[in-house]
């Protein structure tokens, strides 16, 4: 399975969305460089609050590309870095991947998918009702279905751009599941 990046993104403020950039350089251990969400502990604003001193397993937000053109159909126009993702992809089912699948980017970058972005009401305040959207429950298993991204951390560090290829190596089996973090 392969796939491309669509768009790069990140921010040095805390803001909802993230200005795509012609490459972004991805730090091993850190995330992206120059993103207020790269450190070796947690960055989300809120979770620092109370948990301040564990690893960062969010140091770099991947959302694949096919979620706007689903969005879209429901009148709800979104495009690369807007939801907040460092890394917008092309052709791969990003959803669909076991923890601890590696992602290759470009020619050097790699990156290890740790889980499941927890979307927050920030959705909403950025377009009135997509937070339903990308965050639901099955009524009758109770199950919720997770559709806003994955969170990875930096394995190996490199420059990243828009059209590089992305290689995916799946971990040993048995798989795991994609989980919140």
Known sequence: MTGRVAAVSRNEVYSFSKPNRDSVTLLAGLGVEGDVHAGETIRHQFRMTYEPDLPNLRQVHLMHEELFKELAL???EVSAGQL??????RGVDLLGLPTGALLHLGEQAVIEVTGLRNPCSKINRFRKGLLAEVFTMDPVSGDFTFK????????????VRPDDA????????PHH????V
Do not use: C, D, Y
């Not at 907040?84 to 992809?89: D, L, M, S, V, Y």
């Not at 806003?148 to 394995?155: C, H, I, L, P």
């Not at 992305?166 to 089996?173: Q, W």
């Open 84 to 89: 907040g993702e460092n890394i917008t992809t």
């Open 177 to 180: 599941p994609l989980e919140r």
């Open 148 to 159: 806003s991204g994955v969170m990875a951390v930096v394995r190996r560090g490199g420059t």
């Open 166 to 173: 992305i290689g995916i190596e799946l971990p040993r089996l």
């Open 74 to 76: 429901k009148g709800f």
